[in-house]
């Protein structure tokens, strides 16, 4: 029985990944909820399944397997090749990476807060260009995920410049300053559950943590798609927005980050 399932599975999934990478027309790939339907629920489950481990699992054997221990940008290299060529994952990418990178650069922040931690990537892009001292809280709702992303952070070698915390973003932000000594974030970095980026924003104000000129960073403002969060920061006096034009981590759908200065 176990195996006549698991030919299934196999039969099942090569037939969809025919589907995909053959017949169904390029348009029809470029659709940003086609392409999520693809990878998320029907891909990853399937693998899932297949292989008896999660994507996050996976992705952190690519990581052992291909990167140099102590070395971030072989790490960020590594996860960056496995999902566009073995297995897509909703990191920030490559492509939008680089505008993370330029952002962060110029901000140069001391303190800096990243909101969804998945397996650790855009953490570490984070953390490596960090200047000495500088501290980087990173919160993450899913237990399972941090596991591994602790794993993958201390396989760069970024263990000391991060701080993961577990548990939904509403009920730790009110304990940052408390728990962490922090006064105010000089950069912030939303990249979590979409529905979360508006109260998250407001709950940051509300706690004090955003300062004059403090820069929010926001992922996925397209695809999937955070309108609510777009509405408020481009509405909003206290803050000065910018519209990032790139794509979908490792697609051709069109995504994009928002870049906001806090104005107080």
């Avoid at 025919?18 to 790939?29: E, F, K, N």
Wanted: hydrophobic share 40%.
């Amino acid at each position: 029985m176990l195996w006549s399932l698991l030919a299934v599975t196999v039969v099942t999934a090569a037939v969809l990944y025919v589907l995909y990478r053959w017949l169904i027309p390029a348009a029809v790939r470029s659709s940003g909820w086609l392409t999520l339907l693809w990878h998320v629920v029907i891909l990853e489950r399937l693998l899932n399944i297949m292989t008896g481990s999660t994507r996050p699992q996976r992705m952190l054997k690519a990581v052992q397997k291909n990167a140099t221990k102590g070395d971030p940008e072989s790490v960020i290299s590594a996860i960056d090749y496995y999902c566009r060529h073995k297995e897509w994952a909703m990191n920030v990418g490559d492509e939008k990476g680089l505008i993370l990178d330029s952002v962060l650069t110029e901000v140069n922040p001391s303190t800096a807060l990243e909101l969804g931690t998945y397996c650790g990537y855009s953490t570490v892009r984070i953390a490596r260009l960090l200047s000495p001292g500088s501290k980087l809280i990173t919160v993450e709702f899913n237990p399972d995920f941090a596991a591994v992303a602790r794993q993958i952070i201390a396989y760069a070698g970024l263990q000391d410049k991060v701080t993961l915390v577990e548990g939904p973003s509403g009920d730790l932000i009110p304990k940052m300053k408390e728990r962490f000594g922090i006064k105010s974030f000089d950069f912030v970095f939303l990249d979590h559950w979409k529905d979360r980026y508006v109260p998250d924003t407001k709950l940051l104000e509300d706690c004090g943590l955003l300062r004059k000129g403090t820069v929010l960073l926001a992922d996925n403002v397209i695809c999937p798609g955070a309108p609510e969060y777009l509405k408020y920061v481009k509405n909003s006096a206290h803050y000065e927005s910018q519209y990032y034009k790139s794509n979908l981590e490792y697609t051709k759908v069109e995504d994009g980050l928002e870049k906001s200065v806090f104005l107080g």
